[in-house]
């Protein structure tokens, strides 16, 4: 079982940068893929961003490539996920999620979540 504990996010103006993190508890943390999931008000949950269980596959939905870089530290059994040049679409909900598999978390079904952290992109 993994327990997942999101924290980081808060208010931030446009073109602004945030780092959640994603403190995860259980010794088998490491063999797990990771990932960042979204939900704006009156929207479905969507994926942002995943990583392997070693780190060496990254993959991340379009409308955050080139903005969002997720990481992992194994040794502290933690998830980054960096925003830069964040837009007011970005405002949501931010989920840590982790599976067995890295297809499985792309694919949008992953085996534990967190509960979230509200991240706001305002002016």
């Known amino acids: 079982q993994v327990q997942l504990v999101e924290s980081g996010g808060g208010l931030m103006q446009p073109g602004g940068s945030l780092r959640l993190s994603c403190a995860a508890s259980?010794?088998?943390?490491?063999?797990?893929?990771m990932g960042w999931f979204r939900q704006a008000p009156g929207k479905e949950r969507e994926f942002v961003a995943a990583?392997?269980?070693?780190?060496?596959?990254?993959y991340g939905a379009d409308s955050v490539k080139g903005r969002f870089t997720i990481s992992r530290d194994n040794a502290k059994t933690m998830v980054y996920l960096q925003m830069n040049g964040l837009k007011s679409e970005d405002t949501a909900v931010y989920y840590c999620?982790?599976?067995?598999?890295?297809?499985?978390?792309?694919?949008?079904?992953?085996?534990?979540w967190g509960q979230g952290t509200q991240v706001t992109v305002s002016s």
């Open positions: 990583i392997s269980s070693n780190g060496f596959r990254r």
């Open positions: 259980g010794h088998t943390f490491s063999s797990y893929s």
């Open positions: 999620a982790a599976g067995k598999s890295f297809v499985t978390v792309v694919g949008g079904n992953p085996d534990h």
